[in-house]
């Protein structure tokens, strides 16, 4: 009876790490993908190193943000953490 209870007990453990940790992850990185996968020229983002610019090429995995007039700096795209909102 007491290997049951053990059992149960490392069951539950296990469903609440995949409640509390695990799905909120794949939820943020879902939502992050989108985010890559939908910059357009033009939009305003945030960097993960906090740099703002906006959109000015996008070349595969690459994106060139202007961050100054005339100064175009590229990024990975994995590297833009946000869109700023209008």
């Known amino acids: 009876m007491e290997q049951y209870g053990q059992i149960i007990s490392l069951v539950v453990i296990f469903g609440a790490f995949?409640?509390?940790?695990?799905?909120?992850?794949?939820?943020?990185?879902?939502?992050?993908?989108?985010?890559?996968?939908?910059?357009?020229?033009?939009?305003?983002?945030?960097?993960?190193?906090?740099?703002?610019?906006?959109v000015r090429t996008i070349d595969g995995d690459r994106v060139g943000l202007e961050v100054a007039p005339g100064v175009i700096v590229e990024f990975d795209r994995s590297a833009v953490a946000s869109k700023e909102q209008s």
């Open 18 to 54: 995949y409640l509390l940790m695990i799905r909120p992850q794949q939820k943020r990185q879902k939502e992050h993908m989108a985010l890559i996968a939908s910059l357009e020229e033009g939009d305003r983002v945030i960097t993960i190193g906090g740099v703002f610019g906006t």
